[in-house]
């Protein structure tokens, strides 16, 4: 990269740097932040698909060696998790900030037949349909 007068610029140092890993159906399994290896926190990620290859849950934490074996026992900082209906839409929505139970967020939503959302309820609070 050349600034204007053509100083050259100074490089930036990388603040991540990702490798990925990806299964038969190109689904993404995990994400490594390098740059983090061997640090308190890893931010490294790790996905799990349903048999219909979509995503239904994805874990930050410290990815094992090698990384296809999912993250380390008990490294788990961040959870989502989604339960599909066989359409696709969320029937529950869970979201937690240690992994850990109990989840921070969970969501419940139910479907009309014309595929709207009738019944969002977040943390079993129901939540009136707008
Ligand atoms: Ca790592
Ligand atoms: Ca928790």
Redesign the pocket.
């Known amino acids: 990269m050349r600034e204007p007068y053509g100083k050259a610029a100074a490089p930036r140092p990388n603040r991540d740097r990702y490798q990925y890993g990806y299964d038969y159906s190109s689904n993404r399994l995990w994400r ?3 740059l ?2 061997g640090t308190a926190k ?1 931010f ?1 990620e790790y996905y799990t698909y349903d048999g219909l290859d979509r995503l239904t849950n994805a874990d930050r934490g ?2 094992d060696d090698p990384p296809a074996e999912g993250l380390l026992a008990g490294s788990t900082s961040f959870r989502q998790d989604w339960a599909l209906d066989p359409v696709g839409n969320w029937d529950t929505f869970k979201w937690d900030s240690n992994g850990l139970e109990p989840c921070d967020a969970t969501q419940n939503r139910g479907h009309s037949k014309a595929n709207r959302v009738t019944l969002p309820h977040h943390n079993s609070k129901a939540i009136k349909a707008a």
Do not use: G, M, P
């Open positions: 490594e932040n390098s983090t290896h890893e490294d410290t990815l």
